[in-house]
Each structure stands twice: as structure tokens, then as C-alpha cells.
């Protein structure tokens, strides 16, 4: 098996256009055409990791956070931590593969783990991500209407939500002069030709283009169909960052705090707010999550935990919210989880490891 077939399969469950705009998910560096031998999980890439993948054999590494991100790279050398890992991994044949906030954001990905080990209920999405759809506008003889919207759900048009085979069909009348050269499917050259059409309307994800419009030419019985694609701004509610839900019942701020302790596995947390508010509605956010205290506040959220938030970000609820950070790290470091498992019971022919070298940066006291 190659590499190849194992990002496919991670690509189909979590797309690398969930990702934001700033993020660098998928492959950093290596042959995707390698014959792959084993893969080492982690949430940081390190050389000690690379380290332990030649150790154990595997020549894939895949982690959380991406090494190529936000640094401007225009240059590899070993003089730095990212040139020295890069470096050692392509020296040693082993491919660098992130999954980054396109797990963050997806459907069965970190933050809804981190939702899960909170006993969240009634889970929806805290900031949807916008902008990911686009809709096909297609006219088509009626007769072969069907057949080109089978053709367009089998490429995935038409799905929204926990729905498939979405589309919108009304007929009217399209004229068309096929020219000298043209070899027409309905109508003769050089004379106006008026045929019962249907207007098809239909969705699709906007990483899906290509496809799609391959498969209308290939199906289309006109030598050239007549289209529209309309980028949309609608949200995809069921994918994007945070996620917000409910308590199995209500606790006041103070034995909540506790109690997030207690489910996380956590010495300490830094906190503000009313400490005998009574949480019920619960927000959280893996990883950095300053940026969406007002969505949680907006969301009617009783609480929002989250990591890496500033001094001031804790004056922005106004004690109308309890705001928790737990870290970093302690706020997705079990992604890993999701990507170890994911590997593990859908691939037996190669060996999938945890990672035994990595560790928390900060170590508490």
C-alpha cells in the first residue's frame, strides 16, 4: 500500500478545505508514492519523533500541529528546529503529514471529543465555516434531465446536511443556432432551434469544481451545455471551529470548575467570572481560542473553555459568562486519539503507533 491511499482515506474524513485560511494542513514534506511501512502518531512534530519512526520502522509521520505554519519558510537549512526536522525526515524517507484545524472543524474531530468528555449534549457547531458551497444552474432537455442529476449525485451534488439528492427542476422553453462546424444533438445547422428544457438548480462543496464540471460535460447531451456556478456565502453548519452544548443538568460556576478539572485530568485552570452563576450552557474551543469569546457570548453560552487566552481576554464577558483556560495542549492533545483510532481499525496491513517521545512543552510543577 502506498502513502497515497492512507492520505486519501484521512482526506476523506476530514477534507483539507475545512482547514482556515491561514492553516497548512496535509503534507509537509516527502513521496506520497512510497510503499508505506508504519506510522508514528503525535500532536508535535520533534526530531526525537523522526527519531522514533526510523527506530520503529515507520516512514510516516502524522501530526496535529503542521511544521511548515506561519514562518515564512523560504529556505531548509539545519540551523533551526524546522530545517533540522525537515531535514532529518527527508534524509530518512519519512513523509510529514498535519492534520490541523480541518480535524478541529469536522464533524467527529477534536472539539467535538472535547465536547464528548464533558458530557456535552445537543451538540451544534460554535462558529460555522462560511463560504463553502457552490451551486450549478444547468439547462437540459427534459428527457435527459434524470439522467445528468444521477450523474451529479453520484459526484456529491445535492447534499446538505443529513440530506441527499437535493435539487430544484422547472421547465421552459431555450433556443439555440446550432453553427457551420457544429455537430448538434437536437436541431441542424444554421436554423434556430427551440427545445422543452428544465432549469436544474443544485448544490455541491466548492472543492468539488472540477468534478463536477467534468461530469456535466461527460453527461450533458449537448456539445456545449449552457451553465452557471454561483459561489455562495452560506454556512455549513455542521462543520467549523468550537463547538457549544448542554450540561446532563445544571452546577454552579464553582463545582463546574472542578468538575472540568476532574474530566480533563487537570492540576490548574485559570478562570474568571461569578463563581456562583449556574453554568448549564457550555462552550469550548481546542487550542487557541481567544478569537471566539464573543461568538460564545453571543451563543448564550454560561461558560467557554479554551486556551492561550490573554490578560485582557478575560474582561471581555463582563462576569456575564465564566471564562476557563486550560492550555494549549490540554485542550486538544487528544486529537491524537481520533487519528491513532481512525488508523488503527481501518489499517491492518502496517503497524500505527503512539508516539513514546513527546511530552507536554511546559511540565507542571
Same mark, same amino acid.
Given at each position: 500500500?502506498?502513502? @497515497?491511499?492512507? %492520505?486519501?482515506? &484521512? #482526506?476523506? =474524513?476530514?477534507? +483539507?478545505?475545512?482547514?482556515?485560511?491561514?492553516?497548512?494542513? /496535509?503534507?509537509?514534506?516527502?513521496?506520497?508514492?512510497?510503499?508505506?511501512?508504519?506510522?508514528?502518531?503525535?500532536?508535535?512534530?520533534?526530531?526525537?519523533?523522526?527519531?522514533?519512526?526510523?527506530?520503529?520502522?515507520?516512514?510516516?509521520?502524522?501530526?496535529?500541529?503542521?511544521?511548515?505554519?506561519?514562518?515564512?519558510?523560504?529556505?531548509?537549512?539545519?540551523?533551526?528546529?524546522?530545517? @533540522?526536522?525537515? %531535514?532529518?525526515? &527527508? #534524509?530518512? =524517507?519519512?513523509? +510529514?503529514?498535519?492534520?490541523?484545524?480541518?480535524?478541529?472543524? /469536522?464533524?467527529?474531530?477534536?472539539?467535538?471529543?472535547?465536547?464528548?468528555?464533558?458530557?456535552?449534549?445537543?451538540?451544534?457547531?460554535?462558529?460555522?465555516?462560511?463560504?463553502?458551497?457552490?451551486?450549478?444552474?444547468?439547462?437540459?432537455?427534459?428527457?435527459?434531465?434524470?439522467?445528468?442529476?444521477?450523474?451529479?449525485?453520484?459526484?456529491?451534488?445535492?447534499?446538505?446536511?443529513?440530506?441527499?439528492?437535493?435539487?430544484?427542476?422547472? #421547465?421552459?422553453?431555450?433556443?439555440?443556432?446550432?453553427?457551420?462546424?457544429?455537430?448538434?444533438?437536437?436541431?441542424?445547422?444554421?436554423?434556430?432551434?427551440?427545445?422543452?428544457?428544465?432549469?436544474?438548480?443544485?448544490?455541491?462543496?466548492?472543492?468539488?469544481?472540477?468534478?463536477?464540471?467534468?461530469?456535466?460535460?461527460?453527461?450533458?447531451?449537448?456539445?456545449?451545455?449552457?451553465?452557471?456556478?454561483?459561489?455562495?456565502?452560506?454556512?455549513?453548519?455542521?462543520?467549523?471551529?468550537?463547538?457549544?452544548?448542554?450540561?446532563?443538568?445544571?452546577?454552579?460556576?464553582?463545582?463546574?470548575?472542578?468538575?472540568?478539572?476532574?474530566?480533563?485530568?487537570?492540576?490548574?485552570?485559570?478562570?474568571?467570572?461569578?463563581?456562583?452563576?449556574?453554568?448549564?450552557?457550555?462552550?469550548?474551543?481546542?487550542?487557541?481560542?481567544?478569537?471566539?469569546?464573543?461568538?460564545?457570548?453571543?451563543?448564550?453560552?454560561?461558560?467557554?473553555?479554551?486556551?492561550?487566552?490573554?490578560?485582557?481576554?478575560?474582561?471581555?464577558?463582563?462576569?456575564?459568562?465564566?471564562?476557563?483556560?486550560?492550555?494549549?495542549?490540554?485542550?486538544?492533545?487528544?486529537?491524537?486519539?481520533?487519528?491513532?483510532?481512525?488508523?488503527?481499525?481501518?489499517?491492518?496491513?502496517?503497524?500505527?503507533?503512539?508516539?513514546?517521545?513527546?511530552?507536554?512543552?511546559?511540565?507542571?510543577?
Amino acid at each position: 500500500m502506498q502513502i @497515497k491511499e492512507v %492520505i486519501h482515506f &484521512l #482526506e476523506q =474524513k476530514f477534507p +483539507l478545505h475545512w482547514q482556515e485560511d491561514f492553516d497548512n494542513c /496535509g503534507v509537509q514534506c516527502g513521496d506520497i508514492t512510497r510503499d508505506i511501512t508504519g506510522i508514528v502518531v503525535c500532536f508535535d512534530m520533534s526530531e526525537a519523533v523522526i527519531d522514533e519512526a526510523i527506530t520503529k520502522g515507520a516512514n510516516m509521520v502524522v501530526s496535529h500541529h503542521p511544521i511548515i505554519y506561519k514562518n515564512g519558510l523560504r529556505k531548509i537549512e539545519p540551523n533551526n528546529r524546522v530545517g @533540522k526536522i525537515i %531535514i532529518k525526515a &527527508l #534524509e530518512n =524517507k519519512v513523509l +510529514l503529514y498535519s492534520m490541523h484545524t480541518n480535524i478541529d472543524s /469536522g464533524t467527529a474531530g477534536g472539539n467535538v471529543l472535547f465536547a464528548q468528555k464533558l458530557e456535552l449534549q445537543k451538540l451544534s457547531v460554535l462558529s460555522p465555516k462560511e463560504s463553502q458551497f457552490c451551486k450549478l444552474v444547468v439547462f437540459v432537455p427534459s428527457e435527459n434531465s434524470v439522467m445528468l442529476k444521477e450523474s451529479l449525485f453520484r459526484v456529491g451534488c445535492g447534499n446538505i446536511g443529513n440530506y441527499s439528492h437535493c435539487s430544484f427542476s422547472c #421547465e421552459g422553453l431555450g433556443s439555440f443556432k446550432p453553427l457551420s462546424g457544429a455537430h448538434p444533438h437536437i436541431g441542424t445547422p444554421n436554423r434556430i432551434e427551440r427545445v422543452e428544457e428544465e432549469r436544474i438548480e443544485i448544490i455541491f462543496s466548492k472543492n468539488k469544481k472540477r468534478q463536477v464540471i467534468e461530469t456535466l460535460y461527460q453527461n450533458h447531451p449537448y456539445e456545449e451545455p449552457a451553465f452557471d456556478i454561483i459561489a455562495l456565502e452560506n454556512q455549513d453548519r455542521n462543520v467549523g471551529l468550537g463547538r457549544i452544548g448542554v450540561l446532563p443538568k445544571p452546577i454552579l460556576a464553582k463545582d463546574f470548575i472542578h468538575y472540568v478539572k476532574e474530566k480533563l485530568n487537570l492540576d490548574f485552570v485559570k478562570f474568571s467570572g461569578d463563581c456562583n452563576a449556574e453554568i448549564k450552557k457550555v462552550a469550548v474551543c481546542g487550542g487557541g481560542g481567544a478569537s471566539f469569546v464573543t461568538d460564545a457570548l453571543a451563543a448564550g453560552a454560561d461558560a467557554f473553555i479554551t486556551g492561550d487566552l490573554k490578560y485582557h481576554d478575560f474582561f471581555i464577558p463582563e462576569n456575564k459568562m465564566l471564562l476557563i483556560d486550560i492550555g494549549h495542549f490540554e485542550g486538544e492533545h487528544f486529537i491524537r486519539e481520533i487519528i491513532f483510532s481512525l488508523l488503527k481499525e481501518n489499517f491492518n496491513t502496517f503497524a500505527t503507533h503512539f508516539t513514546e517521545a513527546e511530552f507536554p512543552i511546559v511540565n507542571k510543577a
